[in-house]
């Protein structure tokens, strides 16, 4: 069934992608370190890992654009249209390169998280010691800070696009807003999930209560809300209370759907971009934003931070099968056997009639989850939902082109290639 939602930015009811024929002269270039990128193709039942090039043509005065044939019908998340209509990657022989860190890829910006993460906690505030003692469990947990990276790699890459020599206030602020976003969202996810442990470390709810947890978490939603306001953006303030919102539509479409095994594939993409996509959309374009860029570079960054979000989502979702307990540090296959069916099931389940049976049972039979395990493997469901990724990963890389190069750009491009690493 065709599903048309529209959610701030995104409008699920478009045509695929809105590529369109650029009309442009046959001058050929390459796109700028592209060989990278790995692209992936299935034969004969198996997965093969491409190295190439895509070739994309200039008008003078214009950005990058991709030549081929418009698509007239389909939705923004068919993941078949995209296969259709995507160019075709030359195979090319690429040298090999060593795998990327966050750490390094976070290099250009290490100053700017040293200064976030100084201001976490102060930023929170000392009310009330309870809260801060909730904050300082999450924010003191060794994450990644990958979202505040990217508003500071977003910020520094637009800014330099603008002539401008240094980040505003409001880049800085938006980081940390994001990141309180981000971790009062985790507090909630963990209650939800009933999760014992959070990088390593005993959940907000196991230490405090669950009545602490919810309340940490509705307070940091209340608290990035204030300091949001006071940036006086209009357009920001809107684009980032959407993100609020879709969180919440994200776990009431994912509870309304578990163990529904006549979930689509575009569902599951809607309810990844409300969950995971959302805000990193939302980061990168408000970066942008703040350095002053037109609509049409501040859209082409939404679009970067929401591919890039999708494509870490199915990641996520395909190594709950492909790594082990320890190192996802909760047992393999955990969403199946909650019920939510991920990119790999529903692949799998347009092969595999058993699974459907198995799935609908909500596993009561003993052996059961790790029979839907097995099968989700054999079927091809891994491989599909790692072309799937890739394919966001492709669409992220496009809408960087009409960045000028620089380090920081480099690194927008390296987080895209460090997420794919994850499955290599």
Same mark, same amino acid.
């Given at each position: 069934?065709?599903?048309?939602?529209?959610?701030?930015?995104?409008?699920?009811?478009?045509?695929?992608?809105?590529?369109?024929?650029?009309?442009?002269?046959?001058?050929?270039?390459?796109?700028?370190?592209?060989?990278?990128?790995?692209?992936?193709?299935?034969?004969?039942?198996?997965?093969?890992?491409?190295?190439?090039?895509?070739?994309?043509?200039?008008?003078?005065?214009?950005?990058?654009?991709?030549?081929?044939?418009?698509?007239?019908?389909?939705?923004?998340?068919?993941?078949?249209?995209?296969?259709?209509?995507?160019?075709?990657?030359?195979?090319?022989?690429?040298?090999?390169?060593?795998?990327?860190?966050?750490?390094?890829?976070?290099?250009?910006?290490?100053?700017?998280?040293?200064?976030?993460?100084?201001?976490?906690?102060?930023?929170?505030?000392?009310?009330?010691?309870?809260?801060?003692?909730?904050?300082?469990?999450?924010?003191?947990?060794?994450?990644?800070?990958?979202?505040?990276?990217?508003?500071?790699?977003?910020?520094?890459?637009?800014?330099?696009?603008?002539?401008?020599?240094?980040?505003?206030?409001?880049?800085?602020?938006?980081?940390?807003?994001?990141?309180?976003?981000? &971790?009062? /969202?985790?507090?909630?996810?963990?209650?939800?999930?009933? %999760? +014992? @442990?959070?990088? #390593?470390?005993? $959940?907000?709810?196991?230490?405090?209560?669950?009545?602490?947890?919810?309340?940490?978490?509705?307070?940091?939603?209340?608290?990035?809300?204030?300091?949001?306001?006071?940036?006086?953006?209009?357009?920001?303030?809107?684009?980032?209370?959407?993100?609020?919102?879709?969180?919440?539509?994200?776990?009431?479409?994912?509870?309304?759907?578990?163990?529904?095994?006549?979930?689509?594939?575009?569902?599951?993409?809607?309810?990844?971009?409300?969950?995971?996509?959302?805000?990193?959309?939302?980061?990168?374009?408000?970066?942008?934003?703040?350095?002053?860029?037109?609509?049409?570079?501040?859209?082409?960054?939404?679009?970067?931070?929401?591919?890039?979000?999708?494509?870490?989502?199915?990641?996520?979702?395909?190594?709950?099968? &492909?790594? /082990?307990?320890?190192?996802?540090?909760?047992?393999?296959? %955990? +969403? @199946?056997?909650? #019920?939510?069916? $991920?990119?790999?099931?529903?692949?799998?389940?347009?092969?595999?009639?058993?699974?459907?049976?198995?799935?609908?049972?909500?596993?009561?039979?003993?052996?059961?989850?790790?029979?839907?395990?097995?099968?989700?493997?054999?079927?091809?469901?891994?491989?599909?939902?790692?072309?799937?990724?890739?394919?966001?990963?492709?669409?992220?890389?496009?809408?960087?082109?009409?960045?000028?190069?620089?380090?920081?750009?480099?690194?927008?491009?390296?987080?895209?290639?460090?997420?794919?690493?994850?499955?290599?």
């Amino acid at each position: 069934m065709m599903m048309s939602v529209t959610c701030g930015n995104l409008d699920f009811g478009r045509t695929a992608l809105d590529l369109t024929s650029c009309g442009c002269s046959s001058n050929v270039v390459h796109l700028d370190r592209w060989s990278s990128l790995r692209r992936c193709s299935v034969k004969a039942g198996n997965f093969r890992a491409d190295v190439g090039k895509r070739l994309g043509c200039f008008r003078r005065g214009s950005v990058p654009c991709q030549v081929f044939p418009t698509k007239t019908s389909g939705t923004l998340f068919n993941d078949h249209e995209i296969t259709q209509g995507l160019p075709q990657v030359m195979n090319v022989k690429a040298e090999p390169r060593r795998p990327i860190s966050l750490a390094n890829v976070f290099e250009v910006v290490a100053d700017d998280l040293q200064a976030l993460n100084q201001n976490l906690r102060s930023i929170v505030g000392a009310d009330n010691p309870v809260l801060m003692s909730a904050a300082e469990q999450i924010f003191g947990a060794g994450g990644k800070r990958m979202r505040p990276a990217l508003v500071f790699l977003a910020s520094r890459a637009t800014a330099e696009l603008m002539g401008l020599k240094e980040l505003t206030r409001e880049h800085r602020r938006l980081a940390e807003i994001i990141e309180m976003i981000h &971790t009062a /969202s985790l507090i909630h996810d963990d209650v939800l999930d009933d %999760s +014992d @442990l959070r990088r #390593g470390k005993e $959940t907000v709810h196991q230490l405090f209560g669950t009545r602490v947890a919810i309340l940490a978490g509705d307070f940091m939603f209340a608290q990035s809300s204030w300091y949001l306001a006071n940036l006086e953006n209009l357009e920001v303030i809107k684009l980032i209370s959407q993100v609020i919102k879709d969180f919440a539509s994200g776990e009431i479409k994912q509870a309304s759907s578990l163990f529904d095994c006549d979930v689509e594939l575009e569902e599951y993409l809607i309810k990844s971009y409300y969950k995971t996509a959302s805000l990193i959309a939302a980061s990168t374009k408000g970066a942008a934003i703040f350095s002053g860029v037109d609509g049409k570079t501040s859209e082409q960054m939404y679009q970067y931070g929401k591919n890039l979000g999708l494509s870490f989502q199915v990641v996520d979702d395909i190594l709950d099968f &492909t790594q /082990s307990a320890e190192q996802l540090g909760k047992p393999a296959g %955990s +969403d @199946l056997a909650k #019920g939510n069916l $991920t990119a790999p099931v529903i692949f799998a389940l347009q092969k595999e009639p058993k699974l459907r049976d198995i799935i609908e049972s909500e596993f009561c039979e003993t052996g059961s989850l790790d029979e839907a395990i097995n099968l989700v493997k054999i079927c091809g469901g891994i491989e599909r939902a790692q072309e799937l990724a890739k394919e966001k990963a492709d669409l992220a890389i496009q809408n960087l082109q009409l960045l000028p190069k620089s380090s920081f750009k480099l690194a927008l491009e390296d987080m895209v290639m460090y997420n794919l690493e994850r499955i290599d």
